[in-house]
Nanobody, 124 residues
Framework: QVQLRESGGGLVQAGGSLRLSCAAS????????MGWFRQAPGQEREFVSG????????YYADSVKGRFTISRDNTKNTVYLQMNTLKPEDTAVYSC?????????????????WGQGTQVTVSS
């Protein structure tokens, strides 16, 4: 059973940057697609970004495209989310998740095994 632990959240002014990390333990995730999601108060969880198991394939929600960058370091069993030009509407709890099926294309990943999340608050 994999455990995911997010870190790097915090309070930042609009226009600022944060880098989130998602460290996996329990087993390697190097063969699995990974994703970032977020949930704002009173709203449903929404997809933010996904990355293939090799790291070559990435995709993003339209709302973050051009501002956020997902990456992974399989030697560290960790996935990152670099968030630039942050907006108040980016405020949410950010969680990472892993696709339980190895070697599946990230575009068809069925993410599960969520972490606890890290709070990102962007002030205007």
């Amino acid at each position: 059973q994999v455990q995911l632990r997010e870190s790097g959240g915090g309070l930042v002014q609009a226009g600022g940057s944060l880098r989130l990390s998602c460290a996996a333990s329990g087993r390697t995730v190097s063969s699995y697609a990974m994703g970032w999601f977020r949930q704002a108060p009173g709203q449903e969880r929404e997809f933010v970004s996904g990355i293939g198991w090799r790291g070559g394939n990435t995709y993003y929600a339209d709302s973050v495209k051009g501002r956020f960058t997902i990456s992974r370091d399989n030697t560290k069993n960790t996935v990152y989310l670099q968030m630039n030009t942050l907006k108040p509407e980016d405020t949410a709890v950010y969680s990472c998740a892993v696709d339980p099926t190895p070697y599946r294309n990230v575009m068809t990943a069925k993410f599960s095994s969520w972490g606890q999340g890290t709070q990102v608050t962007v002030s205007s």
